[in-house]
C-alpha cells in the first residue's frame, strides 16, 4: 500500500476517535522523533506533524499516536491494522483518560 493511501486511512482513524491531525512547520531540534506527534490542547488530543516530513515519516507519527488508543470499536482494513499493531505501546489511552 502506498504510504499515501496509508496515511489517509491512518489520519481517518484518529478522526474517528475524535483526534485532530494538523500539519504546521516544527521546530524540529528538540522533539525526539523529530516530525511531530500526540499532544493535548486543551482537552482535546491532537497529532501535529511537521509539514516538511516525508510521507514514511508521516504514516509513522500517525501511526504511533492512534496505536496509543483503543481502536478495537473501528472498521480498519487489515493493513491499517498491522501498521498499528506495529507501533503499539504498553498503555493504551481512552478517550476523557488524561
Known sequence: MKPEVLLELLENAADQLGIRV?????????????????????????????KRATSEERVITVATAVASFDTSELELPPKVRE????????????????
Not at 22 to 50: F, M, W
Not at 90 to 97: D, I, N, Q, V
Open 22 to 50: 494538523s500539519y504546521e512547520a516544527l521546530q524540529t531540534s528538540g522533539l525526539p522523533n523529530g516530525h511531530g506527534g500526540l499532544c493535548r490542547v486543551k482537552g482535546q488530543y491532537r497529532i501535529i506533524i511537521d
Open 83 to 98: 501498521v498499528l499493531r506495529t507501533y503499539e505501546g504498553t498503555t493504551k489511552r481512552h478517550l476523557g483518560a488524561a
